[in-house]
């Protein structure tokens, strides 16, 4: 039968195939229809964006470009539908391998139907298709998963050579108006009837909800092995099916290390759902003739003289997770199952050896209803009964580790109407469960991996995270954790220390490891305290340059670092592989926009990371994980792209785009604000990029889909053409700190004053309320941050110190061994210290990143509105207002015009109206 197809062939020939390939596995295999069929809308978008020249998104998402598209008025109504639609279910194929034939046939005609649309509008426009044909049933024809992504990728380079073709054909701009207006009428003429909207569907294409569920429920933290007959894959579909749409969350391989002999092994799949409580699954791939005997508490093979007891190693590692629970009152009494699946075993086979069959699950068992059935039968190994809604948010809260690391608390009161009560109040209940943050903290990429994340999301927990899995699950490995502010030693040490201890049980600390194998690296170094640079500089017996270093010229410590790696590069013939993983962490600090300080037009630090990694398996791809913000830099609001970090090598195009096997997607945007109350942070985005600013907007996001990344919503108006009113607005839950929520008062205050004396006079009472009234720690919960250049922040840093101390409050400048000194001198100094028991920490923003407290004080906002279309100082004073969890005090001196923009801001709350300028060029 010829396919619906084919008249693609002559102008699209891999757009054909896809879908022949798609046709071709419908009845055998509707799960691989599904995933192709998403191919197909993906390379066709591509398409699209080549004939418009049109410029992708920064994240380029198949969601995103769709959205971008939509904007455009490229796809419209039913056709954007559709392409929504192939995304979802494709998303929800891959994820949770869904495999439903109605869904795949309904699928089918809904692509055939973009299919023409795209003819009509891209090729020949007096094109009609004819009804669609649905193939024969051939349950023969199934290509395998392993060959169709082959086959795939083989598509995907000839789509790209297509696509360079098509755009070096297009010489002139394409007439948009006319390709919207052919899209409407192909629309039109294609318009789906009732009953095919009915069959397929469809959703709101702004609700992506169901789809972030359904990718991030089922958490594949590493690439499952396919030896033994592809025994674990089996067994993980199978869960995937059965578990489809419940209340669950399930893993494999849970990072629960238990001890046994010398390996540290866990569980193979656990399952947490509402109904059932815990279950945890051995898979073991074993076929019959490899098992020599088998009794209730041994099994005995025949090729290994080692005897293993699977039920009693499956029953160990629930008794585990159960341990993670006991600190939670309410899960004391949780339900827990444990079964070891054989699915290459059937049970009519074993029970003939006359082996006993107790919680087993066999070959037959691993169907959608199947294997559900049979864990309803399995007799809990502890508890009983269905969680409530109370119970089954905190048994998320303890997978995720969340409620494990929370602050401890000092056990004051919790009164609503002190500071010091609010902290104690929304410590208890301090996160929520995330699952898009459960899915990247969990998860080991097979190789490059890019996270963007706004203040406050979470970033650096994830990265730790990672990098303690990663230790344990691969105790061979070298990994280097990497980070730009050196006060963060401490505060990253310890989270990675609370990591190791959470996932072996308490058995390891950071303390307790080869921290030659997992180094958590300063990006430079020191002569007393190893960094990347210099560790990279030692391996290859080059002398490490020093940040005064006459060769590294003028310029911010950054770009003196990056200068110091382009050298080393132009040094050095060839950098030798060390590492397995590299996590940078403040990686938006590790950039220049500078193109003298780059080295063969790449980023010097990214190349220098890269070429450190070995290669993961017989690929090309390298394990290096950067989070960014790219609105925290000091210096630069431009984040590359992939070639612009690492070169123009075909590696390199698609190297942040799509997923890696096992689901785990190549980027990931962390949208959600957890450190930061929701009107502090709205109020620094505004200021930082001067929305509200007479002159129109300093810096900032230039399109919507920018804006929605970082969590807003535009309201109304366009950022194209300029000259329009942009109505933004960030929905609450978007910054889930619950401060506002709880205080009755204002969490974030402005007040200037006539002079220094009487700003500083002020501020030091307020300490001594919060100290006194409030019941704040002086440590820990109070900062303050000084504004300005290098100099006026020094001087203004100490101006405060002595203010503060005439009050008779404690205070403490980073670097110092103690309390009180205003002036830290070498020798007598800790470089890596931020805080100190007893004191009031005072700093400028460059050592303040990456740090926290409750209360923060903004000192000197004078000293930015003196110079209020400075790039730096207006970024400066964002990462300094998104230091706060609590309250947040800025204080100027003198009269600006920055200090009426400042009150605009805070007065617009979370909706600010603006008319859209483009943003100016950078000072």
Known sequence: MKSNFSFLADKWETLSELGKMAEGNLYKDPNTTIVKLRMFAEQMIEYIFAYDQLEKPEEDSLFNKLKLLEREGLIVDDIAAIFHKLRLEGNKAVHESYDSLETAKALLLAAYKTAIWFMQVYGDWDFEGGDFIFPEKDYQSNDKLAEMQQRYEEMINKVQEEIAAVKVQQKELSNLSLRREKSRKSNNKIKLNQAERKILGFFDGNNNLEEINSEYRFITTEKIPSGQTNAAGKAWDAVRKSFSGRDCIAYWRYPIFSKRGENREEPDILIADKEFGLIVLEIEGYQLDDIAEVTADNWQFKKTESNDCPPYKVEDQLYAVKGLCQSDRTLRRISGRAAVVLPNITKKEWQKKGYPVDHIIFAEGLGRKSLFKEL??????????????????????????????????????????????????????????????????????????????????????????????????????????????????????????????????????YDSISSDRLQVLHAWGAKDQPGFYRTICRQHRVKPLTATHQALGEGEPNERLIKACKLLLEGVEEIKPIYDAVLIDEAQDLIVDNGDLKYEDKQPFYWLAYQSLKPVGDKKKKRLIWAYDEAQSLNSLNIPSAPELFGQGPEFKRMVSGFHEGGIRKSEIMNKCYRTPGPVLTAAHAIGMGLLRPGGMLRGYTTQEDWENIGYEVLEGSFNPVGQKVVLHRPAEMTPNRVPEIWDGKVIEFNNYSNRHEELTELAQKIKYNIEVDGLNPSRDILVIALGNIQESYRLKVAVARAIKQAGIDIYIPKALNNNVYYPKYPEIDPNRFWNKGGVTICNTYRAKGNEAYMVYVIGLDQVAAAEDNFALRNQLFVALTRTKGWLNVSGVGEFSLYKEFREVLASGNRFEFIFQRPLSRR
């Open 376 to 509: 309803a039968a399995l007799t809990p190994a502890f508890g009983n009964g269905e969680l409530n809604n109370e119970q089954w948010q905190n048994l998320l809260l303890v997978l995720s580790g969340q409620n494990t690391f929370g602050e401890e608390t000092a056990g004051g009161e919790q009164d609503a109407k002190t500071r010091g009560g609010v902290k104690e109040l929304i410590k208890e209940k301090l996160f929520e469960v995330d699952l898009q943050q459960e899915f990247i903290g969990k998860t080991i990429p097979p190789g490059p991996q890019r996270i963007r994340g706004i203040a406050g999301s979470g970033k650096t927990v994830l990265l730790c995270q990672k990098a303690a899995h990663m230790y344990l699950k691969h105790p061979d490995w070298k990994i280097a954790l990497v980070f730009f502010t050196r006060s963060l030693y401490d505060s990253t040490k310890r989270e990675v220390d609370k990591w190791l201890r959470r996932f072996s049980n308490g058995e390891l600390g």
